[in-house]
Nanobody, 124 residues
Framework: QVQLVESGGGSVQAGGSLRVSCAASGYSTATYSMGWFRQAPGKEREGVAGIDRYSNTIYADSVKGRFTISRDNAKNTLYLEMSSLKPEDTAMYYC??????????????????WGQGTQVTVSS
């Protein structure tokens, strides 16, 4: 069974940096496409960054140049490095995975497995 557990969330001032992690079990991150999504209260869940099994990456326009997605297959862990954080980045961040080798479309419905989320709060 697939399990994803996020960690590393917290509070940070605008302009600061934070790295969230996603520990995967039940499968190898080397063979699954994975991504980070976020959801703020009252808003739809949106894709933030994704990486497929071939290490191709995709980013939401709102985070390009500020966020970096990566994975350590030896540790079976996915990461999201966030810098130059803005108050609008405040949300619950979710790790997700799909056994598709590439993303047909980078959106929540495309993902098969989800973590419980980790809260990221950016203060101004």
């Amino acid at each position: 069974q697939v399990q994803l557990v996020e960690s590393g969330g917290g509070s940070v001032q605008a302009g600061g940096s934070l790295r969230v992690s996603c520990a995967a079990s039940g499968y190898s991150t080397a063979t699954y496409s994975m991504g980070w999504f976020r959801q703020a209260p009252g808003k739809e869940r949106e894709g933030v960054a994704g990486i497929d099994r071939y290490s191709n990456t995709i980013y939401a326009d709102s985070v390009k140049g500020r966020f970096t997605i990566s994975r350590d297959n030896a540790k079976n862990t996915l990461y999201l490095e966030m810098s130059s954080l803005k108050p609008e980045d405040t949300a619950m961040y979710y790790c997700a995975a799909t056994n598709s080798p590439v993303f047909r479309v980078f959106s929540p419905p495309a993902m098969n497995y989800w973590g419980q989320g980790t809260q990221v709060t950016v203060s101004s």
